[in-house]
T-cell receptor, first 110, second 116 residues
Framework: DAKTTQPPSMDCAEGRAANLPCNHS???????VYWYRQIHSQGPQYIIH???NNETNEMASLIITEDRKSSTLILPHATLRDTAVYYC???????????FGKGTHLIIQP | GAVVSQHPSWVICKSGTSVKIECRSL??????MFWYRQFPKQSLMLMAT?????????EQGVEKDKFLINHASLTLSTLTVTSAHPEDSSFYIC????????????FGSGTRLTVV
């Protein structure tokens, strides 16, 4: 699976949009971009995934650049409960385990 | 949505004893289950992969005789930490994927193991 690079930490004001970047310049054509988050002392939670088109669900939006070398996860109206470590993961369609990087620790400020 | 139940959420055991952690898929058939370990302030590290009815595949550096994995049914996998030592203290998390499980992988809530 391709390697990803994320900033180690970010702050965002409550109620504002949180934009979390991820670089995956070695992504291959059949690899998806997945986002998970982990709230302290809990298991990771699936957020969203995409291949090349932008995606939106009830939790977030995923914007993938045209060359697919980077993406941005957008939490449109961040709340204090969105404080967590966010992981950007690139993987193909097999059933291998996920490879977690260090993620971005997003801190929502009141 | 897909739910994975993991028990216990925390356990304290004495050095030299064994501890069993259960992971159940509640509303889908988990054909493949994964076990991860997470040390404080570190990311999740994959320990092993198990397919229902087959022997688990362990990642490099993970002792298969110490971390026994059983995946005897499509809804249950167990991880037994044998002869636990303080250095085995960690956060253990299971994950499952399979039929009817939706996208990607569903994770359990984790088990905090403390060996004293």
């Amino acid at each position: 699976d391709a390697k990803t690079t994320q900033p180690p930490s970010m702050d965002c004001a409550e109620g504002r949009a949180a934009n979390l970047p991820c670089n995956h310049s070695t992504i291959s054509g059949n690899e998806y971009v997945y986002w998970y988050r982990q709230i302290h002392s809990q298991g990771p939670q699936y957020i969203i995934h995409g291949l090349k088109n932008n995606e939106t669900n009830e939790m977030a939006s995923l914007i993938i650049t045209e060359d697919r070398k980077s993406s941005t996860l957008i939490l449109p109206h961040a709340t204090l409960r969105d404080t967590a470590v966010y992981y950007c993961i690139v993987r193909g369609g097999g059933a291998d385990g996920l490879t977690f990087g260090k993620g971005t620790h997003l801190i929502i400020q009141p | 949505g897909a739910v994975v139940s993991q028990h216990p959420s925390w356990v304290i055991c004495k050095s030299g004893t064994s501890v069993k952690i259960e992971c159940r898929s509640l509303d889908f058939q988990a054909t493949t289950m994964f076990w991860y370990r997470q040390f404080p302030k570190q990311s999740l590290m994959l320990m092993a992969t198990s397919n229902e009815g087959s022997k688990a595949t362990y990642e490099q550096g993970v002792e298969k005789d110490k971390f026994l994995i059983n995946h005897a049914s499509l809804t249950l996998s167990t991880l037994t930490v044998t002869s636990a030592h303080p250095e085995d203290s960690s956060f253990y998390i299971c994950s499952a994927t399979g039929t009817g499980g939706g996208y990607g992988y569903t994770f359990g809530s984790g088990t905090r193991l403390t060996v004293v």
